[in-house]
């Protein structure tokens, strides 16, 4: 059973590195930046084949909003509401956490930079929030 | 003439209404109580004095109907004065020589009621009052030896009298009303100077807000932008570290462990620089805060490290000072955390005293850990100021950190107009000391 996961950040070296990370454990799908990851999860061009993810990590500051800004998006949306979103930045600001968690996401922290903190890190995610959400529910 | 306001001129009107009013009844209770010693006839004068004294209070009730009628107020006043010249001549007429003083009263109410020229009409007025008064009494007065000369020196004097009398009320007058209006216009003159400072302080204060946003928006995006590509090369050298461990050479292995520790001490650096700017810049309200509860807050945050060194925590009373609480909070914890940090696992000992100081609280933060060379004594306050970790191994390692948390308590306590000090040789432990208004206003 595969579980997909989007990846949202804007930094390239970042995303070959969480994809090498978490290649064997989840479906690793990555955008850069939040146009992107609304058209991947609403399947508009040029992601009209892709799969729903089971979670989302979304990096907060990316290059055209941020990620309260994604996450108003998703709620507006029945349908992506309850996909799980672990919001990772590069600082542990209050506001901003407050930002993420008053937009819905259900964790937010900051961003590892090595390679077993950020798997555990995910992976402790998904095994927290993951199975309540919609991925989860598919698969049962 | 100062320009008055109609309420001005009520409350006058009011005033002098009640005051003649007064001066009046004051008048009939002397007339009553004097009317054996000088045998009046109270009947001759009672209605005119009620009259009178009535009139007086009914105009005070309805001051603000007619205050603006100047003319009906002259007309009234003159007829009062006539009336009070008919009871000085009911009363004796002029052989009752010393109720000559009451006309007084209506001059100055004339000064209080017009604050003009009128105090002359009224002083002429009652002077031609008893000018007549003496005309109808000249037979009598002639009788009992006072001759038609005497009568007509009389007559000159209460002119004269009168009229300095309405001359001197009149400048009185005139000067209380400069002085009126001169306190009327300095006070418009600072009222003017403070909106005006007021206005200035908030200008500012916006600016200054301004600034800090902008200060903290910079900040914000120097760390991300700085950050983000260090913690993809830290990902990026760890993975391969990880993946291709195994295929380097002992050598390549170590050069990439280097990049590795080095990329995290920066990373570390702009983390600790980030937080640092976080804590210091966040504005707060001024409060009383009680540094015993923050100690034992910090105390309680670092339980599971006091566990782990064994170490004992000694906290005596503290004292309440007024300031930012969660900046405070952030200084002691700091404080307590380095100690912990520099006393050796198993006998380590950290004592929290107070005392005053000159007019400030101080509270001392003692450890008995591997204290700090003199040479680096000073700059282990300045951001990134460290001892090297050569020198400054505990247990056996050197002590970890960036060099920021002293930073933070330096510019916390100055932030408090206060200061923050150390004493301590290497081996004989550390006291650090920050002196605190003890009583600062906010």
Not at chain 1, 101 to 119: C, E, I, N, T, W
Not at chain 2, 25 to 31: L, S
Not at chain 2, 190 to 216: G, I, S
Request: charged share 20%.
């Amino acid at each position: 059973m595969t579980v997909d996961v989007l990846v949202v950040d804007d930094n390239q070296g970042f995303l070959r590195a969480v994809r090498a990370v978490l290649a064997d454990t989840f479906v690793v799908h990555t955008v850069e930046n939040g146009a992107e990851a609304l058209a991947f999860l609403d399947r508009r061009p040029p992601f009209v084949d892709a799969p729903r993810p089971a979670f989302v990590v979304l990096d907060f500051h990316l290059p055209d909003m941020n990620a309260p800004a994604v996450l108003g998006h998703l709620a507006a949306d029945a349908g992506l509401r309850a996909i799980p979103v672990l919001v990772l930045s590069q600082a542990d600001w209050d506001e901003d956490a407050a930002a993420a968690r008053d937009a819905g996401a259900r964790a937010f922290q900051v961003k590892p930079s090595r390679v077993h903190a950020l798997r555990d890190a995910v992976v402790a995610f998904w095994e927290e929030h993951g199975h309540a959400g919609p991925g989860a529910a598919g698969r049962r | 003439m100062e320009p008055q306001s109609a309420e001005h001129r009520v409350a006058r009107a009011r005033t002098a209404a009640l005051i003649a009013a007064a001066g009046l009844a004051t008048y009939f209770a002397y007339v009553v109580a004097t009317r054996r010693i000088f045998l009046f006839d109270l009947g001759r004068v009672a209605p005119l004095f009620s009259g009178l004294i009535v009139a007086n209070l009914v105009l005070a009730a309805t001051a603000a109907r007619w205050a603006s009628y100047r003319r009906a107020i002259y007309v009234f006043e003159a007829a009062q004065v006539v009336a009070c010249t008919v009871i000085l001549h009911r009363l004796g007429g002029l052989v009752m020589g010393i109720l000559f003083v009451t006309y007084a009263f209506p001059i100055i109410l004339s000064e209080i009621l017009h604050s003009d020229r009128s105090v002359f009409f009224i002083a002429n007025v009652a002077a031609v009052s008893f000018a007549a008064m003496l005309w109808v009494e000249h037979s009598m007065l002639a009788a009992l030896g006072i001759d038609g000369r005497q009568q007509v020196a009389f007559v000159a004097m209460a002119f004269a009298i009168l009229n300095f009398l309405a001359l001197y009320a009149d400048r009185y007058g005139y000067q209380l009303r400069n002085l009126a209006t001169e306190l009327q216009r300095k006070v418009a003159e600072r009222t003017e100077e403070l909106t005006a400072v007021n206005r200035a302080l908030a200008e500012k204060a916006r600016a200054l807000e301004e600034k800090q946003e902008e200060l903290r928006s910079f900040v914000y995006t120097v760390t991300h932008d700085l950050k983000a590509p260090l913690s993809a090369i830290l990902l990026t050298a760890d993975l391969v570290l990880q993946r291709h461990g195994g295929a380097l050479t002992a050598e390549g292995r170590d050069d990439l462990e280097r990049i590795v520790r080095l990329a995290g001490g920066t990373e570390d650096m702009i983390r600790d620089l980030l937080e640092m700017f976080r804590i210091t810049s966040r504005p707060e309200p001024r409060v009383a805060v009680d540094l015993g509860a923050l100690v034992a807050e910090a105390v309680e945050t670092l339980r599971p490290q006091i566990a782990a060194k064994g170490a004992q925590v000694v906290v005596g009373p503290l004292p309440r000072v007024r300031g930012e609480q969660w900046k405070l909070a952030h200084a002691i914890s700091n404080l307590l955390g380095n100690a912990l940090k520099y006393v050796p696992a198993g006998h380590g000992r950290i004592e929290v005293t107070s005392g005053v100081d000159n007019g400030f609280a101080t509270l001392s933060v003692r450890d008995n850990g591997i204290g700090i060379p003199p040479a680096y004594q000073r700059n282990i306050f300045d951001v990134f100021g460290r001892v090297p970790d050569a020198e400054q191994v505990v247990d056996g390692a050197a002590a970890a950190g960036s060099g920021v948390g002293l930073a933070i308590v330096k510019r916390v306590v100055e932030a408090h107009r206060g200061s923050v000090d150390v004493e301590s040789a290497p081996g004989r432990g550390s006291c650090f000391t920050l002196h605190l208004p003890a009583e600062e206003r906010a």
